[in-house]
């Protein structure tokens, strides 16, 4: 088996302010994603990756960067945080259509 | 885009009963179908999934697909109060794309 790691586990941030948003994973998944969770809207794709150093965007992506410089890492970065803004990030890998592995999340609260 | 849909929104079963859960989604081509269970504070953790034409079961879980309806249901049988959670729907249609995801059965089982 293996883990996903996401840190940190609670975010606070100002508006205007940039956030990275880190994850590891220890399965030797080829492919990651970043995926948003909101209260009444379900799990929306940011960004993913299919292998070191691809980045493809998801439906989410505006305010969004995404760095994938490892196999085992894949970062977010939350360019200009939004007042009020308040939701869960959810990192996530897979190994080629198999089972797809989540992490436990990043809570954000902008204030 | 593919689109997905649960219902009910909600179910409130008593322990030892089925609880019946659907989803139904928008593309025929859709590769595979997942169920997730989300409890709170954690991440999706899949259960289930299926990819031909009609039931798999493994253990109390047993799932039904009709690709021609876009209908896909998932059956707990004898539900337990560790049943309680959030089901998640999902679908793939390209493995590398990720999962769409739909928003949710919000599942309680009372003793």
């Known amino acids: 088996g293996g883990i996903i790691t996401q840190t940190p586990k609670f975010l606070i941030g100002q508006e205007g302010q940039k956030l990275t948003l880190k994850c590891q994973q220890n399965?030797?998944?080829?492919?990651m994603y970043w995926y948003r969770q909101d209260s009444g809207k379900g799990l929306r794709l940011i960004y993913y990756?299919?292998?070191?150093?691809?980045?493809q965007k998801g439906d989410l992506s505006e305010g969004y960067d995404a760095s994938r410089e490892k196999k085992s890492s894949f970062s977010l970065t939350v360019t200009s945080a939004q007042k009020n803004e308040m939701a869960v990030f959810l990192c996530?890998?897979?190994?080629?259509?198999?089972?797809?592995?989540f992490g436990k999340g990043t809570r954000l609260t902008v204030v | 885009q593919e689109k997905v849909q649960q219902s009910p929104e909600s179910l409130i079963v008593p322990e030892g009963a089925m609880s019946s859960l659907n989803c139904t989604f928008s593309?025929?081509?859709?590769?595979s179908i997942w169920w997730y269970q989300q409890h709170p504070g954690k991440g999706p953790e899949a259960l289930i999934?299926?990819?031909?034409?009609g039931n798999k079961k493994e253990g109390r879980l047993t799932v039904y697909l009709n690709r021609a309806s876009l209908h896909v249901s998932l059956h707990i049988r004898d539900s337990q109060p560790s049943d309680s959670a959030v089901y998640l729907c999902?679908?793939?249609?390209?493995?590398?794309?990720?999962?769409?995801f739909g928003l949710g059965t919000r599942v309680s089982v009372f003793p």
């Open positions: 593309n025929s081509a859709s590769q």
């Open positions: 999934s299926i990819f031909s034409n």
């Open positions: 399965f030797n998944h080829d492919t």
């Open positions: 999902a679908v793939s249609m390209d493995y590398a794309q990720g999962l769409t």
């Open positions: 990756s299919i292998t070191e150093n691809d980045l």
């Open positions: 996530a890998s897979s190994h080629r259509g198999t089972e797809v592995f």
